[in-house]
Structures are given as C-alpha cells and as structure tokens.
C-alpha cells in the first residue's frame, strides 16, 4: 500500500506533512525524536529529495519541528507555552540573609527519600553516566601510581590537569596560565575561596533573580548579603538593572552565570557579556563567573567564558566535572584573575588539597577524547529529555502554565498561576513519591513562590513521564484561596 498517493490533487509536500502529523498522534514520533532524513523519506515515498526538503521546512515554519545544524531535524514540543521575559513586574530588592534555609535542608533531604522520582536535583551526568569509562581510567591509574594515591597533592592541583584545561580555554581565545589556577573540591569550594578573596562578612553580593539556591546559602554562610538582580529568561542578568543597582547599594562583588543560568536555562550574548565585565571593571567590583553548566550548551559553540573580556584581571572564574562526567569526584577549579594569591592561601587553609586519583583520571579523560565524545552525547541526550519533558507538561499541567527553553542544561523553570504556593505543593508532591525545587528557595528574598524548578537529566522513564503527570493532577487541584 501507497503512503502517498501521486494521483490525488493534495501536494505532495502536503502529503508528507500529514504523514508526519499522524506520526505524532500516533505516538510513533515523540518531542525531541529525529525525523527521518530527507534522502531516507524520499526513498521510502519515491519522491524527490526538495520535495521532502519543502515539507519540513514548512513544519519548521509553522514551529513543529527544529533543523539542528550538521544533525538533521527534530520534533518540538509545540503545546508548550514559553516562559517570556516580564521586567516590567519585577519589584526592586534590598540586600537580604538567606530566609528559606529549612526549606532548602528539605529539599535536599528529598532527594534520599527511598522510591521517590527525584526531580528536584540537577545531575545531567544521569542522563548519560561515564561511569564504565572512568572506572577503567581509574584502574589503569592505579597500576601506574600505586602508593601515590594516597598521598596529599600539591596545594593548587595535579599540574598536568591545570595545564590541560588551560589548553581548552586557550583554545577560546582566554589567555590562561595553568600556573595560576587553583584545583578545587567541585565548583562550590572555588565559588566559595573566590567570595572570600573579595569580601567579607557584612557585604553584599549581586546575585541573579532566580538564582541557585546553593550559591544562596554558599553566600549566607559566609555571613554576607545577596541582594538580587533582574534576569531574563532567555538573556541572563540585565546589564541596565545591574547598573541601576549599583548607583543605589554598595555592591562588593557579583556572582552570575553568564552562560547558561541555573535554573532559567538562559544565555548572555557575547556583546552583553563583554558589556557586563566593562561596566563592572569600570567601577572596580570583582566578577565570579560560575562556568560549570559551560560545556552543556544546545548552540552550535560553547559560550565564551567573561574572563575574556576582563582587562583588570577582576573576572574569578569557577567551574567543575560535577556537571559533566563525575559529581562524585568533586574535582573543580578556580581562575582567580588577579586575586591568586589569596585564592591559593585560602584553598590552602580550607582544604590543604584536593583528591589526587580523582585529579589523574580525569586528566586521562580528558586527554584520551573520550571526555569530548562523552559530552557530544551527553547534550544530545539532554536536548531531547528537554523537549520531550515539555511537551508533557505542557499537556498534563493546566494550560495557563508556562515552561521556560533553555539555551542548555538540564532543568527547566515553570510559571504556575499566581495563587499555586510551590513550597507548599512540595510537600503534597513527596506524599506522592515526587520531588521538585519549590521556586522560593531560588530567592534570597522569598521572591518565585509560584514558579517551580523540574530536572531532565535523568534517563528517561516511564517513572518520570507518571510522575509529571500526578504533578500536573497537582497543580490542576490546587486550591485558589490556599495561598
């Protein structure tokens, strides 16, 4: 049997576009899944490549399906309403401590709860874990370094990783001495030895609005203020609020991601980025840039980390594999510009060093190709949970909720109506075997009570795809006069 009939007046571009819509319906094809290719189509159809070629680009136009460069084409979620920018609603903040910290401790408990859907925790190693590969760089460690892998290291790291990440952001065109940097315990320790070099307790730190409520609490702990700025969902900090808060409090430093926020998903452009650094540089107030969601972009090139662009040397930047290959490692690292002398001083007294056979068999990794192919995959698996997740919110949640689309990562950031408490949802969800991150944690001023923040990166379940269906039940049920 024909699946296009020539003789029938339909076009047959059209012809093609129907046969992928029933796809669709029919659950053969699933948002996020790879349509087939145009010479594979036009020789199951008889048909010409160009006339396959019209009927996606049609579907592309009309926003069902995406091209991806050197890839082929991919379904969208197309019911999914995206989370715009709203600066006009954001209500300028003051310098504040941490309010929601039992909350947080809950939030983290969560994740440990025995046969829970943990969506609340970002780990996009999950999704596609290394693990076989570093477990066999591990051994082959060993063999090599015997009595040595129970020894302290040096202060600031194996040099033979700190010069091979170097190499990797030369290769950007960042000029990074290996010398300088600082091997850290994940990219907290970094953040945290990079605060303490540029301020001290009692100050206040800029911080983006939503913002990751690790960094939220790293700040509190070291008894100094957040005071938020406004973020945009696809574009990162607004450089013009930042400048508007800084006429108005003393800001000692920033701590942003400029490439790929967590837990928005956005992405400073180049030009806004270089924008960031000299307006903050021009006022001498210090930049930590946390790095470590950098290699898990969906564009076509890896954001540019702001540390090109600093003349001062006032741009800290921290990063990890946390993210990306091993969170158990917990093996990050420090650029810390002009402040590397306090930085090593501080690592010194913190934590004297980090984990050598950690350090040794991420080298191995890295220098092997194996890192780079593992990341390849690793983002490709991560772009598909993306969409496939919000294509099922969109169709179990209620319609009035919007889904953020983020430029990389692993988790996604919802918008429920106004009167939907998340911090309360969140205990309804646990009952039910579900975690989240309620939107409050996000805010050191308890700002995104109704927003909420769900992870992708896991292997994809029929757990996960029941789970966010008893969260849409949720959010539907909600009672209005409950806030």
């Given at each position: 049997?024909?699946?296009?009939?020539?003789?029938?007046?339909?076009?047959?571009?059209?012809?093609?576009?129907?046969f992928i819509e029933r796809q669709e319906k029919s659950g053969a094809l699933?948002?996020?899944?790879?349509?087939?290719?145009?010479?594979?189509?036009?020789?199951?159809?008889?048909?010409?490549?160009?006339?396959?070629?019209?009927?996606?680009?049609?579907?592309?136009?009309?926003?069902?399906?995406?091209?991806?460069?050197?890839?082929?084409?991919?379904?969208?979620?197309?019911?999914?309403?995206?989370?715009?920018?709203?600066?006009?609603?954001?209500?300028?903040?003051?310098?504040?401590?941490?309010?929601?910290?039992?909350?947080?401790?809950?939030?983290?408990?969560?994740?440990?709860?025995?046969?829970?859907?943990?969506?609340?925790?970002?780990?996009?190693?999950?999704?596609?874990?290394?693990?076989?590969?570093?477990?066999r760089l591990m051994r082959s460690v060993l063999t090599k370094v015997s009595?040595?892998?129970?020894?302290?290291?040096?202060?600031?790291?194996?040099?033979?990783?700190?010069?091979?990440?170097?190499?990797?952001?030369?290769?950007?065109?960042?000029?990074?001495?290996?010398?300088?940097?600082?091997?850290?315990?994940?990219?907290?320790?970094?953040?945290?030895?990079?605060?303490?070099?540029?301020?001290?307790?009692?100050?206040?730190?800029?911080?983006?609005?939503?913002?990751?409520?690790?960094?939220?609490?790293?700040?509190?702990?070291?008894?100094?203020?957040?005071?938020?700025?406004?973020?945009?969902?696809?574009?990162?900090?607004?450089?013009?609020?930042?400048?508007?808060?800084?006429?108005?409090?003393?800001?000692?430093?920033?701590?942003?991601?400029?490439?790929?926020?967590?837990?928005?998903?956005?992405?400073?452009?180049?030009?806004?980025?270089?924008?960031?650094?000299?307006?903050?540089?021009?006022?001498?107030?210090?930049?930590?840039?946390?790095?470590?969601?950098?290699?898990?972009?969906?564009?076509?090139?890896?954001?540019?980390?702001?540390?090109?662009?600093?003349?001062?040397?006032?741009?800290?930047?921290?990063?990890?594999?946390?993210?990306?290959?091993?969170?158990?490692?917990?093996?990050?690292?420090?650029?810390?510009?002009?402040?590397?002398?306090?930085?090593?001083?501080?690592?010194?007294?913190?934590?004297?060093?980090?984990?050598?056979?950690?350090?040794?068999?991420?080298?191995?990794?890295?220098?092997?190709?194996?890192?780079?192919?593992?990341?390849?995959?690793?983002?490709?698996?991560?772009?598909?949970?993306?969409?496939?997740?919000?294509?099922?919110?969109?169709?179990?949640?209620?319609?009035?909720?919007?889904?953020?689309?983020?430029?990389?990562?692993?988790?996604?950031?919802?918008?429920?109506?106004?009167?939907?408490?998340?911090?309360?949802?969140?205990?309804?969800?646990?009952?039910?075997?579900?975690?989240?991150?309620?939107?409050?944690?996000?805010?050191?001023?308890?700002?995104?009570?109704?927003?909420?923040?769900?992870?992708?990166?896991?292997?994809?379940?029929?757990?996960?795809?029941?789970?966010?269906?008893?969260?849409?039940?949720l959010v539907h049920q909600y009672p209005k006069g409950d806030r």
């Open positions: 049997m024909r699946l296009l009939d020539k003789s029938a007046p339909e076009f047959l571009y059209q012809q093609v576009i129907d699933k948002p996020g899944d790879k349509l087939p290719s145009l010479r594979k189509l036009s020789k199951q159809f008889d048909i010409s490549v160009p006339t396959v070629k019209q009927a996606y680009i049609e579907l592309e136009r009309q926003g069902m399906i995406c091209a991806r460069p050197q890839s082929g084409y991919y379904l969208k979620a197309k019911q999914a309403r995206t989370l715009l920018p709203m600066p006009s609603k954001w209500a300028c903040c003051q310098p504040v401590e941490v309010s929601c910290r039992s909350l947080i401790e809950q939030v983290y408990d969560a994740i440990h709860i025995p046969d829970t859907v943990a969506l609340g925790i970002s780990n996009p190693v999950n999704a596609h874990p290394p693990d076989k590969a570093l477990a009595e040595k892998a129970v020894s302290y290291g040096p202060v600031n790291g194996d040099a033979k990783l700190r010069l091979t990440l170097a190499l990797r952001y030369q290769e950007q065109g960042v000029a990074v001495d290996h010398q300088d940097m600082v091997i850290t315990n994940g990219a907290q320790e970094a953040i945290a030895i990079a605060l303490q070099c540029v301020a001290k307790p009692g100050d206040i730190i800029a911080v983006e609005s939503p913002c990751y409520f690790g960094l939220i609490e790293l700040i509190e702990s070291q008894g100094m203020k957040a005071l938020e700025v406004y973020t945009c969902t696809e574009q990162g900090v607004c450089v013009d609020s930042l400048e508007q808060v800084l006429d108005q409090h003393p800001v000692q430093a920033c701590l942003f991601s400029t490439a790929i926020n967590n837990p928005l998903g956005s992405m400073m452009n180049n030009e806004q980025r270089q924008r960031l650094v000299k307006l903050l540089e021009s006022r001498d107030i210090p930049l930590i840039e946390d790095e470590v969601y950098s290699d898990l972009y969906y564009s076509e090139q890896r954001p540019i980390p702001a540390q090109l662009y600093s003349e001062k040397g006032l741009v800290m930047t921290c990063s990890s594999f946390s993210k990306t290959a091993a969170p158990g490692y917990r093996v990050g690292w420090l650029i810390p510009g002009k402040f590397e002398e306090a930085a090593k001083r501080i690592k010194r007294a913190m934590s004297c060093s980090t984990a050598m056979l950690q350090q040794w068999t991420l080298t191995d990794y890295l220098l092997s190709g194996e890192y780079d192919r593992h990341l390849q995959v690793l983002r490709k698996t991560l772009r598909y949970n993306c969409e496939r997740m919000r294509a099922l919110i969109a169709e179990h949640f209620p319609s009035e909720v919007c889904i953020s689309q983020p430029k990389g990562g692993s988790v996604l950031w919802i918008r429920c109506r106004s009167h939907v408490d998340t911090s309360k949802l969140f205990f309804q969800a646990i009952e039910k075997g579900i975690s989240f991150s309620p939107g409050e944690i996000f805010s050191p001023a308890g700002k995104h009570k109704n927003y909420m923040r769900i992870s992708y990166g896991e292997k994809w379940s029929e757990a996960i795809e029941k789970a966010i269906q008893t969260l849409g039940q």
